[in-house]
């Protein structure tokens, strides 16, 4: 009798320890096969490519107390332009800009000291010997004051300024970067609601053979993308560490709103991602992403692993361009075929510890580009280090060249920082009359037509 007791008892666990084991493997798959969850390992793999690859290395990072100069140059040309000048205004207009870039000396110096919450920046841009723009900001004892010359000749009292309160030895301005950014991660993949989500059982054609696949819909209008932003937006203002961050960035981020006057896309207009999967394990085969508008269609596919794969840009059911892909640590590779599966371009990305260099070749016959990136770090120690880093850009369309030339930017900084701007004859804000208001406003656009004229 007894042994007919344990017999039951052992019956009954055996039984319990099934039924556990069934739950836990139907919640495992239930998880495994959410549209939702799919969406965000996908939203996860991209994010962590973009924040391993594409950043400079953090560990040129000096930290919160440090002085940077720099200083800008640009030598750029247009055949376009010069042979259009004296038939076209636009043309004429294009063609001063770039000689007047080519001509300008610009140099910025930012200092930011983190123990006595100081910070100032100077932008000082000239044209030969002309001044084209001098402008300085202070943030000293929690208050922001700027200065423009040739507006007024004292600094301006622009109220309270909350940047430095969420700034310690052990909290930096990039911890705040990065705290931002996961966060708006996360509420991003939050307001993405289940509802949003399509699910289908589909024949695919995947790298060349159709397959019985799970199809997973996400449809993007411009009423999901104001739902979401106004989501993410909410999140932002009801969590304090990233409200201390951005009202100390902008005092009036607490008052951002989406306006409903703001459209991001037309009645007609959509975007649609698509992600194929293996229809048990839900493992992910294909991603898609396709544009509507009218009767228009482009899509962008992706067919491969997180190591190499293929692109496929398409229009209107035709494959118009194929791109090879392959990712390694450090760097990308990508290979460019036309339609008729000729390579007419790649692009290369490499990253080590002095720095990143990027290089772009297209050539399709009737546009080609040549650009080429490059930041390098040299004399790097512990409390310096210089930075340059040089773009060239080369594009011609239909044999004519639209644009060539170089950008270069040179930078010096180290951990020593002495500012001693005098800011005790400020005005206030308030008092500036509305002349003076709005030559202050119309700064960017008056450099705009100088440069242009």
């Known amino acids: 009798m007894v042994h007919k007791k344990k017999l039951i008892i052992l019956f009954f666990i055996a039984l319990l320890f ?13 998880r495994l096969s959410n549209p939702k969850n799919i969406m965000n390992q996908a939203i996860d ?6 924040q391993n690859d594409l950043i400079d290395s953090v560990s040129h990072n000096l930290g919160d107390s440090v002085t940077t100069e720099s200083t800008i140059q640009f030598q750029l040309d247009s055949e376009k332009y010069r042979k259009e000048k004296d038939q ?4 004429l207009k294009k063609y001063h800009l770039l000689k007047n870039l080519s001509q300008l000396k610009s140099s910025f110096t930012l200092m930011q000291d983190q123990k006595n919450k100081k910070a100032f920046l100077s932008i000082h841009q000239m044209i030969g010997s002309e001044e084209l723009l001098h402008a300085k900001y202070v943030i000293d004892n929690s208050t922001k004051y700027y200065f ?23 909290n930096t301005s990039f911890d705040n970067i990065q705290y931002l950014y996961s966060f708006i991660e996360d509420s991003l993949k939050n307001q993405l609601k289940e509802e949003y989500f399509k699910v289908y059982y589909v024949d695919e054609n995947i790298q060349g053979k159709k397959r019985s696949v799970r199809e997973i819909s996400l449809r993007i209008t411009d009423k999901v993308i104001r739902i979401v932003l106004n989501g993410v937006l909410s999140d932002l203002k009801h969590d304090d560490m990233a409200m201390k961050i951005l009202t100390g960035i902008d005092e009036n981020f607490s008052k951002k709103k989406i306006s409903n006057k703001t459209f991001f896309l037309d009645s007609d207009e959509s975007y649609t991602v698509h992600i194929y999967t293996s229809p048990i394990l839900c493992k992910p085969l294909k991603y898609e992403l396709v544009y509507l508008k009218g009767d228009e269609t482009k899509s962008i596919t992706y067919e491969g692993n997180e190591v190499q794969g293929d692109f496929y840009y398409i229009e209107n059911d035709q494959v118009q361009k194929r791109i090879v892909v392959h990712f390694q640590k450090n760097h990308i590779e990508f290979l460019i075929y036309d339609s008729k599966d000729e390579k007419i371009g790649s692009f290369e990305y490499n990253r080590n510890d002095n720095g990143i260099t990027i290089d772009f070749d297209y050539d399709d016959s009737k546009e080609k580009y040549n650009i080429v990136y490059s930041s390098k770090f040299e004399n790097v120690k512990s409390h310096s280090y210089d930075n340059h880093k040089k773009l060239s850009i080369k594009i011609v369309q239909n044999k004519i060249g639209i644009l060539d030339g170089i950008v270069m930017i040179d930078t010096k900084a180290k951990k020593d920082v002495k500012i001693s701007e ?4 400020a005005v206030l804000a308030s008092t500036l009359s509305e002349e003076q208001k709005k030559q202050f406003q119309n700064i960017s656009s008056r450099v705009l037509e100088r440069l242009e004229k």
């Not at 076209?88 to 043309?91: A, I, Q, R, Y």
């Not at 040739?150 to 052990?170: A, M």
């Not at 005098?422 to 004859?425: A, F, G």
């Open 18 to 30: 099934l039924a556990i084991i069934f739950i836990s493997i139907g919640i495992y798959f239930n």
């Open 45 to 50: 793999m991209l994010s962590l490519r973009l």
């Open 88 to 91: 076209n205004p636009e043309s």
């Open 148 to 170: 423009v010359n040739n507006v007024l000749k004292n600094y301006v009292n622009d109220g309270n300024c909350s940047y430095f309160e969420t700034l310690s030895s052990e």
């Open 422 to 425: 005098d800011v005790s004859n």
